[in-house]
């Protein structure tokens, strides 16, 4: 039996597919050049083929989304959070500058301090996310404001 590629448009769907991240999705390929092949065969895509890991950064701020919304902030809010906590740790919640002492995610200083949000502050970056939303929240009231004060001060 001999088969044709797969047609541009099919390949299209199969590629905007994969990208939506669906879990499995049949594919019906091109039907053959012999006539006595009643029903073409079928491609099947897997989600271990379609979806890669999220990374660490991914999932930290997939922690903090509903976190940031608990406190009634907006969407515009969070974005904000984002951007300064990948300028501050890049989300790793291991992140430690030596020159100043600060850790974590928020880059605590010193880095105990987050231990008023739990034992596990060097290691959960939930627990690091808490404190540093109600650090913000204390000093600053909101993301955007601490944004902006570590764009026009260069710290926060």
Known sequence: MIRKPL???ATLALAATLSLGVVAETVPA???TTASHAAAPTQVV????????PTRAQRNKALAKPLVAK????NRQ??????????ESHWNHKAHNRSSGAYGIPQALP?????????DWRTNPR???KWGLKYIKGR???PCRALGHSNSRGWY
Not at 78 to 87: A, P
Not at 111 to 119: E, L, N, P
């Open 78 to 87: 969070y974005k904000c959070l984002v951007k300064l906590w990948n300028r």
């Open 111 to 119: 880095g105990r301090k987050m231990r008023s949000a739990g034992k």
């Open 7 to 9: 047609r541009r448009s």
């Open 140 to 142: 600053y009231k909101t």
């Open 127 to 129: 627990t690091q996310i």
């Open 30 to 32: 091109q039907a053959t």
């Open 46 to 53: 897997t989600a271990a083929k379609a979806k890669k890991k």
């Open 71 to 74: 406190r009634g902030w907006s």
